[in-house]
């Protein structure tokens, strides 16, 4: 099993930048793929980023590529998510989750549909202002 939690989120003003920690925990969490999704009020909850714990692929909504990062620290079980040049359409609700690699990741690229992924984390609140 697999234990998420997201921290980071917060007030900014658009154009600037926030980061966003998931510190992950459990069994065998090494054999999952992470990513972050958001949701803002009245929406479907979308895919954001993913990243796997070893291995250099990552991919990106395009509504996020190139002011998005995600990355990793293996020695402390985190996925981030660095956010720049952030817009008020950023606003919401960021979700880290986890799926199991076999059925979130190919190869070659990531599921980007939510009922894919196992577990998740409570949800961090990112608001951008203008």
């Known amino acids: 099993q697999v234990q998420l939690v997201e921290s980071g989120g917060g007030l900014v003003q658009a154009g600037g930048s926030l980061r966003l920690s998931c510190a992950a925990s459990g069994r065998t969490f090494s054999s999952y793929a992470l990513a972050w999704f958001r949701q803002a009020p009245g929406k479907e909850r979308k895919f954001v980023a993913a990243i796997t714990w070893s291995g250099p692929m990552t991919y990106y909504a395009d509504s996020v590529k190139g002011r998005f990062t995600i990355s990793r620290d293996n020695a402390k079980n985190t996925v981030y998510l660095q956010m720049n040049s952030l817009k008020p359409e950023d606003t919401a609700v960021y979700y880290c989750?986890?799926?199991?690699?076999?059925?979130?990741?190919?190869?070659?690229?990531?599921?980007?549909?939510?009922?894919?992924?196992?577990?998740w984390g409570q949800g961090t609140q990112v608001t951008v202002s203008s």
């Open positions: 989750a986890a799926g199991v690699l076999g059925t979130v990741y190919s190869g070659s690229y990531y599921s980007t549909s939510p009922s894919r992924y196992s577990y």
